[in-house]
């Protein structure tokens, strides 16, 4: 029996193609590439070719772009049971609550996973795996939420529920799908790339591991202790096709393909349809151009992010201060060379948080900092809580990233000076990724959000070019 193992992973609410960061010889380039119309080709063309098909999605799918976020997640149901995946976990699928991702659960033809996510009586919240049977071949599902939804991200995500990095619980359910005929073993995990690493290295009998969260493009899967792990990028840009023959219920071969959605992959006319229904009401806003970048905005870089330096530069405009932050997000599709319009905006902070301002002193900025070089380079996986460093407007850091946590920071310049870390500064920053809620004092909202700033600061600087000078330095 051969088997096709289809995987998406952290699509973030991309309904349509988009712009997509690739490179070449010549370094950064964009070209248009995903959308669920042309997945679900795709999908349907391996499928209508081998009934035996398996379609697992990695999740932060339910979030990430404005008709998504203005639904609460709802707008992209009709879309998901129409591309029929048989089975989804999440991370920012938490974002509108957990009575609301339950709601969502419910209207979709096909289970939300998470055998690590716990109600306050201690039962699972969602159900922990799922069993498939093509012919005569059982295939065991796990999945994993993301572990990091109850300790970095914000409080309503989790209301009530607890979330484990999953290790103490697989074994069990390994036992129980074995017991139950599973032939192999599929870890469907949110958790991210390094931690699934070690998860892996931590527990026997996982055959694939399908990874999601740290928008990997793994064109080969890696072994780790017998299992096979991938990792598809971010945005609907790439689909992973494992192809895995059978003999006697146990895995003879294997082949895998990462491919790449683009408008050499034909469309499903019926998703088109649904999808373009969808993105109707947000026509304008994606075709009016509120200023022009002369060069490719993304935030792809682990340390430093073009795009949310137009975030920061506008956030610190309105506010009138010199030092702005914002969290490491990594999703947000490219926008190239041209015209930014108010739905590239959106995408930038498709929650449109409001602006805030607070008093920090120079010793809180250092230990701010550190702490976030910490959560981001931590040399056990497991405590790597997700996301980019900080993004950061007006300081320039000097770094050692294989330093020992508290001391990765060698300097901090603010005004061609060290930063004085007796001193208090007003600084701006979104949401409390930006600056947690432990810090600094006299914390203030402004009455802008993320968006109207942008809008605001575009609106006089309408020709945008993002800073030379970076904000992070390795030395």
Known sequence: MKLNLLFINDVHGYLAPHPELFYDETGEVVETAGGYAHIAGLVEDIRRKNPNTLLLDGGDTLHGTKPLVDSKGEAIIPILNALKPDALVGHWDFGYGPEQLQKINKALNFPILGCNVFAENGFNFLQPTALFEKEDVKIGVIGICAMIVDKVMPEKMSEGLKFTTGIDELPKYIKQLKKEGADIIVLLSHNGFPQDVELLKKVDGIDICLSAHTHNRLYAPIEVNGARI????????????????????????????????????????????????????????????????????????????????????????????????????????????????????????????????????????????????????CSNPLKQMGGYAKRVLGLQINMRIENPKGHRIQEIYYKGSHLNLDKTYKVSFVTMQGVSKKYGKNRKKHNQKAVEAMKTYLKENPEFSPDTIKSFRLV
């Open 230 to 377: 991938v990792q598809c990028g971010c945005h609907g840009v790439f689909v992973g096709n494992f192809t895995i023959v059978f003999e006697e219920n146990k895995i003879k071969n294997y082949d895998y393909e990462l491919i790449k959605v683009d408008n050499s992959v034909p469309k499903n006319t019926e998703m088109d349809k649904l999808v373009q229904k969808a993105l109707k009401p947000y026509q304008e806003i994606s075709t009016t151009a509120l200023g022009h970048t002369k060069e490719i905005l993304h935030r792809y870089n682990t340390t430093n992010s073009t795009m949310d330096n137009l975030l920061l530069k506008a956030i610190a405009h309105i506010t009138k201060t010199d030092i702005a932050f914002s969290n490491g997000w990594r999703y947000g599709a490219p926008i190239a060379v041209g015209k930014i319009t108010e739905n590239d905006l959106y995408n930038i902070a498709p929650m449109n948080p409001p602006v805030s301002t607070v008093e920090l002193t120079g010793i809180e900025i250092k230990e701010m900092l550190e702490e976030n070089l910490e959560r981001t380079f």
